[in-house]
């Protein structure tokens, strides 16, 4: 039986009470982090932890001062032992306003939930058949400062999902208001065309992943011209290999969209050089 972290309380996942997130599910009063674990270690957690106090920020939930980096490393630490969980895992923290209210709430008093999951690989493994994806356009994202975050209102990325699995598809594509592909249903998208990568820029709405930073620098060691621009159809079209990063999977390469076909060349570099710098690296350090 799996044990969870309720605003610091060690509980079984059955004795949460339905008042104590009840705001979260009525109005989306909140965001989560998603944290990948190998090793038993969690992975790249001081940028997980810059943004969720960026989240809290922005949303306006307060937080004690006591709610600070080692506090909440110690209770993750904790838990995945608790869990035992000592190689490939994922964390899921939620955060959200307390309290009940309506639209307006009667507190801004942060509360947290920490759960922990089992994964059967422990290091980074690329996608053996590539996915085939297509481009969800019956709704777009908006474009604003709530763009970056993973909120708890989800339900474009969830209807993306949907529309992926009744058309076969692995994954869609979303737009954004103006018409531009900026990601996918669950992660970021980067396009190789001309030995250079092109990848949406945050402004154009997409999810400020934590991988997406990784990858970065991953391309940069790579000595490859990393362009930040819109992303149009007819990109798709003419690039000769098209990725997604995510935190969990860290990188999955895409085979077809529509007729067209791709490679999985820098793929397969990526993952390679993201479990032995990033990953395997750091934690012979820790020891």
Request: aromatic share 12%.
């Amino acid at each position: 039986m799996s044990k969870i972290i309720f605003n610091g309380e060690l509980l079984n996942e059955e004795n949460l009470m339905f008042n104590q997130f009840k705001r979260a599910v009525n109005f989306g009063d909140g965001f989560f982090e998603t944290i990948r674990v190998i090793n038993g270690k969690e992975m790249f957690f001081e940028d997980h932890f810059t943004r969720l106090i960026t989240g809290l920020n922005f949303l306006k939930i307060d937080y004690p001062i006591s709610f600070n980096f080692n506090f909440l490393k110690k209770q993750i630490h904790s838990l995945l032992e608790i869990n035992n969980i000592n190689s490939g895992g994922k964390i899921k923290m939620y955060f959200f306003r307390s309290g009940l209210g309506t639209y307006k709430p009667d507190t801004n008093k942060i509360s947290y939930l920490i759960e922990t999951n089992k994964l059967n690989s422990n290091l980074y493994e690329l996608n053996k058949k590539g996915y085939l994806v297509s481009i969800f356009n019956k709704y777009k994202k908006q474009i604003n400062s709530l763009s970056s975050f993973k909120t708890s209102n989800s339900l474009l990325y969830v209807l993306a999902s949907l529309f992926a699995e009744e058309n076969n598809l692995n994954d869609s594509l979303i737009l954004n208001e103006n018409n531009y592909i900026i990601e996918s249903s669950n992660s970021n998208i980067f396009l190789l065309h001309n030995q250079s990568i092109i990848t949406p820029p945050l402004s154009s709405g997409c999810i400020n992943g934590i991988m997406r930073k990784v990858i970065f620098s991953l391309l940069k060691e790579l000595n490859i011209e990393i362009i930040e621009r819109n992303i149009t159809e007819n990109d798709l079209e003419i690039s000769n290999e098209i990725f997604l990063s995510n935190v969990i999977n860290g990188v999955s390469w895409i085979s077809g969209y529509n007729q067209i076909r791709y490679y999985n060349t820098l793929s397969k570099k990526l993952i390679k050089k993201l479990n032995q710098d990033l990953v395997i690296n750091r934690i012979k350090r820790e020891i």
